[in-house]
Every structure is written in C-alpha cells, then in structure tokens.
C-alpha cells in the first residue's frame, strides 16, 4: 500500500516549456487534489476532483489544467510555465467527509 | 470561498511548557477541521480533526477545540518536546475543499 505517490521528485523548466505532474492512489479514495505550497502562504487549492469524471478550479487555477484519468491518478499540466510557478506541489486524496493524505511533493523550479 | 486565518505566524516555547495556535474561518458550511503538522522538507502530515458537530477532541498531548458560533478553532500542544518543532497548519473543510491556514512555525527551546 503505497498510499499517494508523485512523480517527478525535483524538475528544472525554461519559461515557455510544458510539463505533467502524475500522481496516484492506492486508497480507494473518490477525492483528489493539487495544491501549491509557497514561503508564507500555507496550500493554496489549485484543483480537485471531487469524484471519477470531475474536475472543478480551486483558488489558484490560472496556467494550470488537471485530467482526472481514473479513480486512481490525476494528473496537473502546466502547458506554458512560467517564473510564478516555481513552487512545490502536493497532491492529496481523501475519503468522503475526511481528509487526510498528501503525497511527497514535486519541487518545481521554472528559470 | 472559505478564509482561514491563522495566528500566530511563529511560536517559541520553552520544552515542557504548552503551545496554542488559533484558527479562524469565514464559511459557517464548513464542517470539518484538521490539523495538520509539516517537518521540514516533507509533506504535511494529519495529527488531529474535529467535526463541527463536537467542541472538543483529545489525543494524548494534543487537543483541539471548536466554537461554532465564533467560528474559530485552536490546538493546543501540552507538555511540549523538542520533536514538536515543526510548522503546523489549520484547515477547514467546505464542499470538497479544503481551505488551509498560512501556517505556524512552532519551536520548542530545549
């Protein structure tokens, strides 16, 4: 039971280049999440998908799309990166009415 | 959408004495309230939750309270140890999301 797993660990993009963040699950979990995690200003909620087949923006959505590709993976695509989105990002999966379980985190820097 | 505020932004306690960070939330939907605790360079990590329908909750040396009506919450660390060293976070849950405070740098002076 690998719980919620992400890849890649670290990356290094130019401004313009595009890239896919994976993630999934283990737990069964319908809900999933990507938050963004900056100096100072806690998680703030890109996307999530309250369930298979959904997807709904968060606080911070601007440059970001999400694919809900089954129950267990959602993935965040970053199609033009630019310098405001170095930041780390969690994904995170919870069952209904609960919360709980982040993944380890993608460390994303965009020169 | 929900606010969360979160005070206070760092926290030095002297090991063995308690710690209290106090949350605030704007949306009187929101049901559901972890907490959670992030070590440096890894991902946040549950330790304690409380419903709205409960005013407290208790594990071990940690507890939580809730006033519905003031719309605020708080966590209280006792006796306090050099592994509570960390940033702690509050949240709140509101129709699938979950809106987190700015986060508490808590360290424990040994």
């Known amino acids: 039971n690998a719980g919620v797993t992400q890849t890649p660990k670290f990356q290094v993009l130019k401004t313009g280049q595009s890239m896919t963040l994976q993630c999934a699950q283990d737990m069964n979990h319908n809900s999933m999440y990507w938050y963004r995690q900056d100096p100072g200003m806690g998680l703030r909620l890109i996307y999530y998908s309250a369930s298979e087949g959904t997807t709904d923006k968060g606080e911070v959505p601007n440059g970001y799309n999400v694919s809900r590709l089954n129950k267990r993976e959602f993935s965040l695509r970053l199609e033009s990166a630019a310098p405001s989105q170095t930041s780390v990002y969690f994904c995170a999966s919870s069952p209904a009415g609960s919360w709980g379980f982040f993944g380890p985190g993608t460390r994303l820097t965009v020169l | 959408g929900e606010n969360v505020e979160q005070h206070p932004s760092t926290l030095s306690v002297q090991e063995g004495d308690s710690a209290v960070i106090k949350c605030t939330y704007s949306?009187?939907?929101?049901?559901?309230f972890p907490w959670y605790k992030q070590e440096l360079g890894k991902r946040p990590q549950l330790i304690i939750d409380i419903r709205s329908n409960v005013g407290e909750k208790k594990d071990q040396r940690i507890a939580v309270t809730l006033n519905k009506t003031a719309k605020h919450f708080s966590l209280h660390i006792t006796e306090t140890q050099p592994e509570d060293s960390a940033v702690y976070f509050c949240a709140a849950l509101n129709d699938y999301k979950l809106s987190f405070g700015a986060g508490t740098t808590v360290t424990v002076r040994a």
């Open positions: 949306d009187s939907a929101s049901n559901y």
